[in-house]
């Protein structure tokens, strides 16, 4: 690796060091969001499945 790498490596890890919070925060909400979602499209997967069951 070269120094120039070394030193862009440091500059990026100084960044997300600085904004870990907001970063944190951020991957907090899209993984909550994600998990919403998932559990919205399961309960729409079993209504649709109960309704096509029913109507057999």
Do not use: C, H
Not at 20 to 45: C, H, V
């Amino acid at each position: 690796m070269s120094s120039i790498q070394v030193g862009a490596v440091k500059k990026v890890l100084s960044v997300l060091w600085k904004y870990r919070d907001p970063i944190a925060e951020g991957i907090i909400f899209l993984l909550d969001l994600i998990a919403r979602t998932a559990k919205k499209d399961n309960e729409a997967e079993r209504v649709a499945k109960n309704a096509s069951d029913t109507s057999m």
